[in-house]
């Protein structure tokens, strides 16, 4: 299972730093790569990229220059899905079942920005709430993420990693991989 | 169980729009108050209470002068329960049947902002990791909500609200619960 994100209308006056929080929260829950959509943003994609040379990992950004279009040959591949989160869809509870039995395609999941045009409700393959009340589309990507992983993403080792947290009850501690010193 | 949340360090220039998400977040997976240091900000303080008149609920923000000072006082409260949420901590999933049976008290969970100063680890009662990859503190705050409380209080039904959403598979439906409009 691929899992992708989608990040429509980043404005980076407005959104750096949800937008940002949206690309770690990805990748930190599994998926692998990250496309977003809206103003070209070269601090976003230099923070997300730092990420993952400090901690490890397959994890890519991209900018979309045509959403229409993406979206559009992402349905075209073989097996790719589109789930839309969104607080007027049904509720994950009520689709999680088949999620886990049918999520072994290349997932595309997309996150709105401030207008989501109508057509991609309609163009998704499934419009996703997590609740109804509003809330935030880090909140959703990261429920929904580690609902369809089982949790089992968020506690991956990532491969090639400078550093790693070593779990503690109390304090900071972390340790250098490349010279195993804390 | 009362659950609130504690957000340190506000700043308005830098985290107005994340802070948002946060208090929204909190209401939306079942905290009842959000406490906030740092900057004191009117406008955050307003959207709350405006997304709480539209659509219902009792949610409470306030903001808190002193840290130090109401985090110790909550360590003093009959059953007060602090839990921090860290990358540093321990996993979520190695206390999650702990906390589904212990957490029947008062909780304050803790959300850090830029700095979170050494005593904070300290005088928490736990340190919990949502995964150990750096990511969001909204992503953190909402699986902790949501796991803590089964996925049970993103699907409550909330008192005195004037709006409410009716799932649909595609499009945007919402009921106007004051005239049954939709």
């Known amino acids: 299972m691929v899992l992708s994100v ?23 829950f599994g998926a692998s790569e990250f496309f977003y959509t809206g103003d ?18 397959e994890f890519t950004i991209f900018f979309v220059e045509n959403p229409t279009n993406f979206i559009k040959e992402w349905k075209r591949k073989e097996g790719g899905m589109i ?4 607080m007027y869809g049904i509720e994950l509870s009520d689709k999680l079942d088949f999620f886990r039995g049918n999520l072994s395609n290349d997932i595309l999941i997309v996150v709105g920005g401030s207008k ?8 998704s393959d499934y419009n996703i709430a997590i609740g109804h009340q509003p809330h935030s589309e880090v909140a959703a990507l990261a429920v929904f993420l580690d609902n369809v992983t089982n949790s089992k993403e968020r506690k991956q080792k990532y491969t090639n990693a400078k550093t790693e947290i070593i779990p503690s009850e109390k304090g900071k501690k972390t340790m ?4 195993g010193s804390n």
Chains 1, 2 share one sequence.
């Open 6 to 28: 989608l990040r429509l209308s980043h404005r980076i006056s407005r959104d750096k730093r949800i937008t940002t929080h949206l690309a770690l929260t990805a990748r930190a």
């Open 40 to 57: 070209k943003d070269s601090n976003l994609e230099n923070s997300s990229k730092y990420v993952s040379e400090e901690w490890g990992g």
């Open 83 to 86: 789930v839309h989160l969104t």
């Open 116 to 123: 989501v045009p109508g057509y991609i409700f309609q163009i």
């Open 176 to 179: 250098n991989l490349q010279d």
